[in-house]
Nanobody, 125 residues
Framework: QLRFVESGGGLVQPGGSLRLSCQSS????????VAWFRQAPGKGREFVAA????????IYAEAVKGRFTISRDSAKNTVYLQMNSLKPEDTAEYYC??????????????????WGQGTQVTVSS
């Protein structure tokens, strides 16, 4: 069975940090781009960050650029999202996803085949 296991979400104060993890089970992420998306209550799912399968190129949404860092550990079949300087507007369910999009489509959720169940991030004082 192909699936992701996401972890690392929780409650944090504004300005704090969290690190999300996404580990694949049943397949290797080595040949896939992996992205993080998020969905806030009452809103659609939006792109957060992605890392390509080759070269390690990273792409970020403007809202998180300079605060979030995506990385991958191929040996552990895991992708991370380090989130610093968190803001209340970062509150959302965060999902990891894997696919093989071309670079121009890397922000499109329809380009991703495999999805995790999500992990909740709440930024509040």
């Amino acid at each position: 069975q192909l699936r992701f296991v996401e972890s690392g979400g929780g409650l944090v104060q504004p300005g704090g940090s969290l690190r999300l993890s996404c580990q694949s089970s049943g397949f290797s992420m080595a040949g896939y781009a992996v992205a993080w998306f998020r969905q806030a209550p009452g809103k659609g799912r939006e792109f957060v960050a992605a890392i390509r399968s080759t070269g390690g190129t990273t792409i970020y949404a403007e809202a998180v650029k300079g605060r979030f860092t995506i990385s991958r550990d191929s040996a552990k079949n895991t992708v991370y999202l380090q989130m610093n300087s968190l803001k209340p507007e970062d509150t959302a369910e965060y999902y990891c996803a894997a696919g093989k999009p071309i670079l121009s489509a890397i922000r499109m959720e329809s380009m991703y085949y495999y999805w995790g169940q999500g992990t909740q991030v709440t930024v509040s004082s």
